[in-house]
């Protein structure tokens, strides 16, 4: 719609322009020119005209159709890196859970990981990652930690989506216990080595 809307404003533009040329040539004819009503006519060619306007709205709307395609893309592209960081930032966090609670193994819930309450951390609220991940999303990008098992926890996986696809982001991600981020273009179901390592 963007890009239509300078053509449209052109062909407008244009045919102001013929019926302009038109105007100027009777305004010059010496039925007007002389006497007082050739004077106000020619004062009311002063200031700017609308094919001028029209010109002018026309070149701003060609700089919007090329800027905010950019500007979408550039936000994409940022919301995609934040939500690599978060990934690699939970496989981090579960690394130092499994340590600091080795009977209990990997988180089996983000808000595990997250938490309020850090004094001092518990296995339920450990306070290894901030709150807004904790709850699920974050910059565009919604995260699900699933498929954990066993007795201790010794599996794990982390699925981040875009909330809107194509819109607040374009990749899928995703990792596991082999804290190895991985990317995909087409919705994750399940993590594993049939989706490729992130580049």
Do not use: W
Not at 16 to 40: F, I, Q, T
Not at 93 to 101: F, L
Not at 103 to 118: D, P, Q, R
């Amino acid at each position: 719609m963007i890009c239509v809307l300078p053509v449209l404003l052109l062909v407008l533009a244009s045919l102001y322009a013929n019926l302009g040329l038109d105007c100027v040539l009777e305004m010059n004819s010496p039925r007007l020119v002389h006497g007082r009503m050739g004077e106000k006519q020619m004062r009311r060619q002063k200031g700017f005209s609308l094919i001028e306007l029209l010109i002018v709205v026309a070149i701003i709307l060609i700089i919007a159709s090329i800027a905010i395609p950019n500007l979408l893309r550039a936000r994409m592209s940022a919301n995609e890196a934040s939500a690599v960081a978060a990934v690699r930032a939970i496989n981090a966090a579960q690394i130092s859970y499994n340590s600091a609670y080795p009977t209990t193994g990997y988180a089996a819930t983000l808000a595990a990981l997250g938490g309020t309450s850090c004094a001092p951390p518990t296995s339920t609220s450990s306070c290894l990652i901030d709150t807004q991940l904790a709850s699920g999303t974050k910059n565009g990008y919604s995260f699900t930690l699933s498929g954990a098992t066993g007795t201790p926890v010794a599996t794990y996986q982390i699925i981040a989506s875009p909330i809107t696809p194509n819109q607040t982001g374009v990749k899928f991600f995703c990792s596991f216990a082999d804290a190895v981020p991985r990317s995909s273009p087409t919705a994750i179901a399940t993590c594993d080595t049939s989706i490729a390592p992130l580049q």
